[in-house]
């Protein structure tokens, strides 16, 4: 990793949890980098994001990729879908899928802008892939990330990284 991020926090769950939740986020850096490795106690396999505790004024749009079709997603005023899919728990045994969303100016005085990729690893052939853009529309500096699947539960070694990017 590029010496410009720095690692602000890390969580791995020790067992089944609900949510897991970033808290008090200094305003130091430029940008923010949040990497999920996680898979779901359901088979349903989209993860949501909130920021501080705000649950409204999200927008996203996402394209899924499934390796025999192609299918793009939006939404608005909802949790931001940011970029995610997970792998499930009916899918190849010890699996995760992989999270990325990377979130600009998340500091700033301005409406904040996400973008990223997420791949649901599988040995099987309902492996997903995913790319996504994402708005909140709040002028708010962002102080706190909650990451949370839409059904069931993060699973025991889901793990969450959160790294800010200075620019130099």
Known sequence: MANTYQLIASHTATGTESSYTF???????TDLLLRIS?????????????????ASSYSYRNLYGTG???VSGSDSNNELQGNAVQALSNQTANT????DLYIPNYAGSNYKSTSGDAT????????????????WSNTAAI??????????SFVQYSSFYLYGIKNS
């Open 38 to 54: 996680s898979r779901s106690s359901d088979i349903y396999n989209e993860v949501h994001f909130r920021f501080n505790g705000v």
């Open 23 to 29: 808290s008090s986020i200094p305003s130091t850096y």
């Open 120 to 135: 649901q690893e599988n040995n099987g052939t309902a492996s997903q892939a995913m790319l996504g853009a994402g708005l």
């Open 68 to 70: 025999s079709s192609v």
């Open 96 to 99: 995760f899928g992989s999270i």
């Open 143 to 152: 102080t706190s990330i909650q990451a949370f699947p839409s059904v069931g």
